[in-house]
């Protein structure tokens, strides 16, 4: 069973990512193994669909642990990510006790206790952390706003929130903390010297062949070398959104739903909505990059040609 002892050493965190089916570098792993230990937050920046939410997803298994995610988006305030209280509840329960012989304290002190507070990702994770501690995800923070930065930056500090009408929750373990951005715009530097800081880079191409193999292991040996091949050459193309690996197991996964075993000019117009998402892209790809049989042989590159070279 998944347990703690799963973190002992980075080359045990590795090996458990590896059981997952997420291939990590070392560096990636030493840097969960010191979050894990120092208590401190991980921070990873690098272009979407690298695999950067999926380290949470992940970590949480291996820990068998909950999973709370707070999904960044503009505007997002601090109601909505640590708590609100539930209005319509507590109506309800003021006329239920309007016959009652209950003062307004007496009242208040009902209607403004715990089972009417709705709690958010945040205050979710302070108290679960009060048992085994969870992974709390924050998702795409570049998404937010500046001020949301500077309540989490209070939040992550001490992992404490004050309710007036309640008093102050605190939690007793700090839970795995993960942050990504897209790097849609600049992190403020005070949250990011909190953390542990991480680039996820686009895989080479041994390390996507690996994660085809890993996460896709019906899909032939061949047909998967071809897919990482033409993925690492499209990514050298001038586009507005170049393929993440998520792209990447998309599209190995219409393959084998469509029971190709082999890229060819057809397969690639007819699945090219798997891997490009921009219509500019794919005018662009079909006007330029895939215009002539010279770029289209390149890009269709089988794994004994690229060796050869």
């Not at 960044?72 to 319509?88: I, K, R």
Request: with cysteine.
């Amino acid at each position: 069973m998944a347990n703690q002892a799963n973190f002992a050493s980075i080359d045990m965190i590795r090996e458990q990512l590896i059981n997952q089916r997420y291939i990590a570098d070392q560096s990636l792993a030493t840097v969960i193994y010191l979050s894990y230990h120092l208590a401190k937050p991980i921070f990873l920046e690098g272009e979407p669909g690298v695999g950067k939410t999926e380290i949470a997803l992940v970590l949480a298994d291996i820990l068998a642990t909950k999973l709370i995610r707070l999904q960044c988006y503009e505007g997002l305030d601090a109601n909505s990510a640590l708590y609100e209280w539930n209005y319509p509840k507590q109506l309800l329960r003021i006329k239920m006790d309007e016959q009652c012989s209950q003062s307004p304290e007496e009242m208040g002190h009902v209607i403004y206790s715990e089972p009417y507070l709705i709690k958010r990702p945040l205050l979710e994770a302070i108290l679960s952390s009060q048992g085994n501690k969870p992974v709390l995800l924050i998702d795409e923070l570049d998404r937010a706003d500046e001020e949301f930065e500077a309540f989490l930056l209070e939040i992550l500090s001490d992992f404490q929130v004050s309710i007036p009408e309640i008093g102050t929750l605190k939690a007793s373990h700090k839970p795995l903390v993960v942050i990504t951005s897209n790097r849609t715009r600049d992190i403020h530097d005070a949250l990011k010297r909190r953390c542990l800081y991480h680039w996820i880079d686009y895989p080479d191409l041994e390390k996507e062949l690996n994660i085809i193999q890993a996460r896709v292991p019906n899909l032939e040996n061949s047909l998967a070398h071809q897919v990482a091949i033409f993925m690492q050459n499209i990514r050298q193309q001038d586009l507005m959104k170049k393929p993440g690996i998520s792209e990447t197991l998309d599209w190995a996964e219409a393959l084998i739903k469509l029971q190709r075993n082999l890229l060819d000019q057809d397969t690639v117009e007819q699945t090219l909505g798997c891997i490009l998402k921009y219509r500019e892209d794919i005018q662009k790809f079909k006007s330029s990059i895939w215009s002539t049989p010279d770029k289209r042989a390149q890009l269709l590159s089988s794994y004994s040609a690229q060796n050869a070279s």
